[in-house]
């Protein structure tokens, strides 16, 4: 099995910054596709950012404003987001998946059924 745990959210003003993290941890060490989300209340949850064996995708709505990074050594995908608007108050979730070259092409497509979830962890962007 593997867990997958999101760290680092909070509340901020409209303008403010955070840094999530994720960390995605089995039994034996595996490389993971890893990919954040967020859901807000009532809408569709929608991908923000995608890490696949070096590549990193980012949604249109956060390019520019959102860096994600990812340290291998801890399998952790970090998600700094720079000027956050009210709009992006949300749940953010990290999910993750084994990594495996033939499938490398779907993973960030935006409609790959990662296979491991976090609980999420809460962002408040207030106006």
């Known amino acids: 099995q593997v867990q997958v745990r999101e760290s680092g959210g909070g509340s901020v003003q409209e303008g403010g910054s955070l840094n999530v993290s994720c960390t995605a941890s089995g039994p034996t060490h595996e490389d993971y596709v890893m990919g954040w989300f967020r859901q807000a209340p009532g809408k569709a949850r929608e991908r923000v950012s995608c890490?696949?064996?070096?590549?990193?995708y980012y949604s249109d709505s956060v390019k520019g404003r959102f860096t994600a990074s990812r340290d291998n050594a801890k399998n952790t995908l970090y998600l700094q987001m720079n000027n956050l608007k009210p709009e992006e108050t949300a749940m953010y979730y990290c999910?993750?998946?084994?990594?495996?070259?033939?499938?490398?092409?779907?993973?960030?497509?935006?409609?790959?059924?990662?296979?491991?979830w976090g609980q999420g962890t809460q962002v408040t962007v207030s106006s």
């Open positions: 999910a993750a998946d084994f990594w495996r070259e033939s499938y490398d092409d779907d993973y960030c497509s935006g409609s790959w059924p990662f296979g491991y």
């Open positions: 890490w696949s064996d070096g590549k990193i």
